[in-house]
């Protein structure tokens, strides 16, 4: 299986990918259909990127274009998940999906909730969440590949939060990624 992988070099992922297939591509540029590891790649797997990906490119892989999402959709779809899910109080944990046209919105493989008791930081809540991801898409991975993990569609709700939000919480996060989650919840003011 020839492998697509969208996001960044350093991904745990990816390198889970270069271990488990013979032949994986990485990129963090924007995808076109014409270029050619598009053309050649059997499945699209994303974790981090940064762009939306087109109907075009979309259409080459019916039902073998995954993400991974730092959130338990259809809570916090967008980006910034791991923020709004402790500011906003929304429900934790990670989620594969299939990708769609739509941010975050196609269907859902697998999932797993998390909990904190809001003493960790910012810093150690993101390892959490990417080690969690990265177990999940372990254990679903040939499943996935296989086109033999059952999806379902999201449940109405939800939230969304694009980038230039950011700028509303960035004052709560008063020791940066030492922030606790506590802290972050109750506005930036320790308690």
């Given at each position: 299986?020839r492998?697509?992988?969208?996001g960044?070099?350093d991904?745990?992922?990816?390198?889970?990918?270069?271990?488990?297939?013979?032949a994986?591509?990485?990129?963090?540029?924007?995808l076109?259909?014409?270029?050619?590891r598009?053309?050649?790649?059997?499945?699209?797997?994303?974790?981090?990127?940064?762009?939306?990906?087109?109907p075009g490119?979309?259409?080459?892989?019916?039902?073998?274009?995954?993400?991974?999402?730092?959130?338990l959709l259809p809570w916090?779809?967008?980006l910034?998940?791991?923020?709004?899910?402790?500011?906003?109080?929304t429900p934790?944990?990670?989620?594969?999906h299939?990708?769609?046209?739509?941010?975050?919105?196609?269907?859902?493989?697998?999932?797993?909730?998390?909990r904190?008791?809001?003493?960790?930081?910012?810093?150690?809540?993101?390892?959490?969440f990417?080690a969690d991801?990265?177990?999940?898409?372990?254990e679903?991975?040939?499943?996935?590949?296989?086109?033999n993990?059952?999806?379902?569609p999201?449940?109405p709700?939800?939230?969304?939060h694009?980038g230039h939000?950011?700028?509303?919480?960035?004052?709560r996060?008063?020791?940066g990624?030492?922030?606790?989650?506590?802290?972050l919840?109750?506005?930036g003011r320790?308690?």
């Amino acid at each position: 299986m020839r492998v697509l992988f969208a996001g960044p070099a350093d991904s745990p992922v990816l390198a889970h990918l270069r271990k488990v297939e013979a032949a994986v591509s990485q990129t963090q540029r924007r995808l076109h259909v014409g270029d050619p590891r598009v053309r050649r790649a059997d499945f699209l797997v994303s974790h981090l990127y940064k762009h939306r990906v087109g109907p075009g490119v979309l259409g080459r892989f019916p039902g073998r274009a995954v993400n991974l999402h730092h959130a338990l959709l259809p809570w916090n779809r967008g980006l910034d998940s791991i923020l709004w899910s402790v500011v906003d109080g929304t429900p934790k944990g990670v989620t594969i999906h299939h990708m769609d046209t739509g941010i975050d919105t196609g269907d859902i493989i697998a999932q797993r909730e998390l909990r904190f008791a809001g003493t960790e930081t910012l810093k150690q809540a993101w390892a959490r969440f990417e080690a969690d991801l990265l177990e999940l898409f372990r254990e679903c991975w040939p499943a996935i590949r296989e086109g033999n993990c059952p999806a379902t569609p999201q449940p109405p709700g939800g939230s969304r939060h694009f980038g230039h939000e950011r700028s509303r919480i960035v004052g709560r996060l008063v020791n940066g990624r030492d922030t606790t989650l506590a802290d972050l919840a109750a506005g930036g003011r320790p308690q």
